[in-house]
């Protein structure tokens, strides 16, 4: 887990990352320019990374941990920045526990992650898939990832980035594939009451542009910031990212700062992707 205490007075972020990666490969160009404005939180979610283990993984316990983790570090009210499946994560924690969370900035993410024709038939077949793959040996299962991670994956990024993907339980993020077939959050979350903004990555491939405009129709006068890139924009392009989440924050209540108090160096900066 990586923490930073921000200026004197600012809040605190809680950083959740997307499927798959660990908290360091989503979030690690943010850790220093989030530092300067606001106290940082960042860690892997169960059965991701370093991580929880958990026998099957489920967003409504991640969501918890969100909370367990601001409880053990003394944090009362902070405010969730989700990226993809973050994103779900953090409308889940903001949902759960209202009055603890003063504003939501959701990236690259949906109230739903289904969508339409072949993504969809896709995406029916992960829970299938998640079954089937508890019943094949543990060893088979961690070759099975491996070969993903190196020959689907990770064909077109770093060695680092892939160890750290490869840290994950893979038939946690299996699981985590079925949760995000069922998620959907366009029932309630215009009932949330906290400020919400959005970060908008468009051409995006792996969260097209319709899903995230239906995260936008959802919420009345919410503040979105759009910018064109891919899914793994985040890291590959963070200069953009970083112009629309610094955005994002303001409208939620944590404004860039004058006199920053810390730093936070990343572990390497390699320009891996993320998903």
Same mark, same amino acid.
């Given at each position: 887990?990586?923490?930073?205490?921000?200026?004197?007075?600012?809040?605190?972020?809680? #950083?959740?990352?997307?499927?798959? *990666?660990? %908290?360091?490969?989503?979030?690690?160009? !943010?850790?220093?320019? $989030?530092?300067? =404005? &606001?106290?940082?939180?960042?860690?892997?979610?169960?059965?991701?990374?370093?991580?929880?283990?958990?026998?099957?993984?489920?967003?409504?316990?991640?969501?918890?941990?969100?909370?367990?983790?601001?409880?053990? #570090?003394?944090?009362?009210?902070? *405010?969730? %920045?989700?990226?993809?499946?973050?994103? !779900?994560?953090?409308? $889940?924690?903001? =949902? &759960?526990?209202?009055?603890?969370?003063?504003?939501?900035?959701?990236?690259?993410?949906?109230?739903?992650?289904?969508?339409?024709?072949?993504?969809?038939?896709?995406?029916?077949?992960?829970?299938?898939?998640?079954?089937?793959?508890?019943?094949?040996?543990?060893?088979?299962?961690?070759?099975?990832?491996?070969?993903?991670?190196?020959?689907?994956?990770?064909?077109?990024?770093?060695?680092?980035?892939?160890?750290?993907?490869?840290?994950?339980?893979?038939?946690?993020?299996?699981?985590?594939?079925?949760?995000?077939?069922?998620?959907?959050?366009?029932?309630?979350?215009?009932?949330?009451?906290?400020?919400?903004?959005?970060?908008?990555?468009?051409?995006?491939?792996?969260?097209?542009?319709?899903?995230?405009?239906?995260?936008?129709?959802?919420?009345?006068?919410?503040?979105?910031?759009?910018?064109?890139?891919?899914?793994?924009?985040?890291?590959?392009?963070?200069?953009?990212?970083?112009?629309?989440?610094?955005?994002?924050?303001?409208?939620?209540?944590?404004?860039?700062?004058?006199?920053?108090?810390?730093?936070?160096?990343?572990?390497?900066?390699?320009?891996?992707?993320?998903?």
């Amino acid at each position: 887990m990586r923490r930073t205490v921000g200026p004197p007075g600012s809040p605190t972020v809680v #950083l959740l990352h997307g499927w798959t *990666v660990t %908290a360091d490969l989503n979030w690690y160009p !943010a850790f220093e320019p $989030l530092s300067q =404005r &606001a106290s940082v939180v960042a860690f892997d979610h169960r059965g991701h990374g370093q991580g929880l283990p958990t026998r099957r993984f489920k967003f409504s316990d991640c969501a918890s941990d969100v909370l367990a983790v601001a409880d053990a #570090l003394g944090i009362d009210r902070f *405010v969730c %920045a989700g990226y993809s499946m973050g994103g !779900a994560i953090a409308q $889940l924690t903001a =949902r &759960a526990a209202p009055d603890r969370i003063a504003g939501l900035v959701l990236g690259a993410t949906s109230t739903s992650f289904r969508g339409r024709g072949l993504r969809a038939v896709r995406f029916a077949l992960l829970p299938v898939v998640a079954a089937a793959s508890r019943l094949a040996p543990v060893k088979l299962r961690y070759w099975g990832w491996e070969q993903t991670v190196f020959n689907v994956i990770g064909t077109n990024i770093g060695r680092w980035a892939q160890t750290e993907i490869l840290k994950g339980d893979p038939q946690a993020l299996l699981d985590a594939g079925t949760e995000l077939f069922n998620f959907d959050s366009s029932p309630w979350l215009a009932n949330l009451s906290m400020p919400i903004a959005q970060v908008r990555t468009v051409g995006d491939l792996v969260v097209p542009d319709d899903l995230q405009q239906n995260l936008t129709d959802a919420i009345d006068d919410m503040g979105a910031y759009s910018y064109r890139g891919g899914h793994a924009s985040v890291v590959t392009d963070f200069d953009s990212f970083w112009d629309c989440m610094s955005k994002a924050l303001d409208s939620v209540g944590v404004p860039a700062h004058s006199q920053p108090e810390s730093r936070v160096a990343p572990d390497q900066s390699p320009t891996e992707a993320t998903r």
